[in-house]
C-alpha cells in the first residue's frame, strides 16, 4: 500500500490516544468525504484508523474465491457467525474486527497491483468503499472496520464482520453467475473477486495482541460512465424516453431472475444509465450491486427456484414482466419515471406495462379480469381463467399439450 501520493482531504493523522480531540476532528472531516448513492449510517465508534481508500493509494491484490453465499432464503445454518455481535460492546470497532477476521474463502496465488484514481463512494459507516481505479475499473472494499455498527433503526449492534463478509460472498457469487452471460450488457464486467492485507495501526488498540495486517476482500468491475436513474431528473425527459429508460430496466431485471439471479434491490439508485440518448433502443442500461442479490441455486426452499420452474411450462415461454411489477411500479413513479398524480394507487404503472408486454411474442401471455381491470391478473393456469375464459384464450388445446412424461423431462432441465 502506497498512501504517500494521498488525496488532499488526508492531511497527517495524529498517531497518539492524547491527540483524541484533534484525531476526531480530522475522522469528523473525512465524514464530509462521504459522496455518493446508498445508504448513510454516522460511524458509532471513532477509535479507528482513517481509512485507506484515498486517491493515489496503491494496492496489491491477490485473486480469491468466495464461500459460498449466505443469509435471507439460503440455507439457515450456513450462516458462518451470528447476526448481532458479541464484543462491540466492550471493544472498539477496529479492535473487534482485528479479534475476528474475515472468514472463509481460498487464496489464489495471482497477483495484481491496483491505484485509486478516484473517490466514487467512500467514508466511515457507509458499506462497502467504492472507488475508481486505473485501467477503467471500479473496486468494491467490503471492509468491516468502516461498516455500520448500528442496524438501519439504530438499535442493533450489527456483526460488521458478518455483515461485509456477507455482501461480499453475495456479490462476488452473484458476478460469478453473470460473468460471460450478462456481465458488459446488463451488468457491469467483471474482474473478479480479490483479497488485500492492509497493515495494522496498533496506536488505536488498546492493549490487545494483535497480527501485522488485516485482509480485507474486495470485487473488481467496469467503471460505468454514466448516472444512476436517481441522478436524473425524469421530468426532463420526454414520456418516450422515461418509458424506454424504465422498461429496458425492467427488462433487464426480469431476464436476470429468469436465469435464477433476484437482485432484490431493483431501485433507481441501482440502475445506471450509460450515456444520453435516452429514447434510442440502443442506450445501454446497467444493474448494479449485488449484495442483496439471491441465486436460486443456492437457495434452500426453492423460492425462485419454483418461479423459475415458470419458463419450463407447457407453452414453453416465459412468464411476462407485467405479472411481476403489476401493482409494483410505486417506487419509480416516486421518483418521476412514471406518471403519479390522478392516479388511483392501485393503478400506477398497470395501463403502461399492458400496452408495452401485452401482445409481446416473447412472453407467456396473461389476462386482465374484465371485471376488475386493475385488479389480480388471470393467469392461463389459473382455474378462474379455465372455468370462464377458456374459450377465447389462444393457446394449444389439450391434444396439443405435451404429455405428462414430456413435462417431467422439461421441467428437469437446467436443474
Ligand atoms: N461500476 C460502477 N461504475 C460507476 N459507478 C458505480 C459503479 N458501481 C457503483 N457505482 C456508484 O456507487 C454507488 C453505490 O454503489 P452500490 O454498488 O450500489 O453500493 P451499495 O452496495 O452500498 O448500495 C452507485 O449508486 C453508483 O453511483
Ligand atoms: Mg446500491
Request: aromatic fraction near 12%; hydrophobic fraction near 30%; include cysteine.
Amino acid at each position: 500500500m502506497d498512501a504517500s501520493k494521498d488525496d488532499k482531504s488526508s492531511g497527517s493523522i495524529p498517531s497518539t490516544r492524547s491527540s483524541r480531540i484533534s484525531q476526531n476532528s480530522y475522522l469528523n472531516s473525512l465524514e464530509r468525504e462521504y459522496v455518493g448513492g446508498g445508504r448513510t449510517k454516522p460511524p458509532q465508534d471513532r477509535r479507528k484508523p482513517p481509512h485507506p481508500y484515498t486517491r493515489g493509494t496503491s494496492f496489491s491484490i491477490t485473486r480469491h474465491k468466495p464461500g459460498e453465499p449466505f443469509g435471507y432464503l439460503y440455507e439457515a445454518d450456513n450462516r458462518p457467525r451470528p447476526k448481532r455481535a458479541k464484543g462491540l460492546s466492550t471493544m472498539s470497532q477496529y479492535e473487534y474486527c482485528l479479534a475476528n477476521p474475515s472468514l472463509g474463502g481460498t487464496t489464489d496465488s495471482e497477483h495484481r497491483t491496483i491505484t485509486i484514481t478516484e473517490k466514487i463512494r467512500v467514508g466511515d459507516g457507509c458499506e462497502a468503499q467504492i472507488v475508481r481505479v486505473n485501467n477503467g475499473m471500479v473496486a468494491k472494499f467490503y471492509d468491516p472496520v468502516y461498516y455500520p455498527t448500528l442496524d438501519e433503526y439504530g438499535w442493533v449492534i450489527r456483526d460488521i464482520v458478518t455483515d461485509a463478509e456477507e455482501d461480499y460472498r453475495n456479490e462476488a457469487n452473484t458476478f460469478g453467475e453473470l460473468q460471460g452471460k450478462f456481465d458488459g450488457t446488463i451488468t457491469p464486467k467483471y474482474y473478479g473477486s480479490w483479497t488485500l492485507d492492509i497493515p495494522v495501526d496498533s496506536t488505536f488498540v488498546d492493549g490487545l495482541k494483535v497480527c501485522s495486517k488485516r485482509a480485507v476482500r474486495l470485487v473488481l468491475m467496469e467503471y460505468l460512465n454514466g448516472r444512476s436513474m436517481l441522478d436524473i431528473d425524469p421530468t426532463k425527459l420526454s414520456e418516450n424516453e422515461r418509458l424506454n429508460i424504465l422498461f429496458k430496466a425492467i427488462e433487464a431485471e426480469h431476464t436476470l431472475w429468469l436465469h435464477g439471479i433476484t437482485h432484490c434491490d431493483f431501485y433507481p439508485h441501482n440502475i445506471m444509465i450509460c450515456g444520453e440518448a435516452f429514447g434510442s433502443p440502443d442506450i445501454r442500461i446497467c444493474i448494479i450491486d449485488f449484495n442483496p442479490t439471491r441465486l436460486a441455486r443456492f437457495e434452500s426452499d426453492y423460492f425462485h427456484k419454483g418461479e423459475m420452474k415458470i419458463p419450463k411450462n407447457r407453452w414453453r415461454l416465459p412468464i411476462s414482466p407485467i405479472t411481476t411489477w403489476w401493482g409494483g411500479l410505486h417506487d419509480f413513479a416516486a421518483h418521476g419515471w412514471i406518471p403519479f398524480d390522478g392516479y388511483h394507487p392501485n393503478r400506477i404503472g398497470k395501463d403502461e406495462l399492458w400496452d408495452r408486454y401485452h401482445d409481446s411474442p416473447l412472453y407467456l401471455p396473461i389476462f386482465r379480469n374484465p371485471e376488475d381491470p386493475y385488479g389480480d391478473l388471470l393467469c392461463p393456469e389459473d382455474d378462474a381463467f379455465r372455468e370462464k375464459y377458456r374459450r377465447e384464450n389462444p393457446f394449444p388445446s389439450e391434444e396439443d399439450l405435451p404429455s405428462a412424461e414430456e413435462e417431467e423431462a422439461a421441467s428437469q432441465v437446467g436443474k
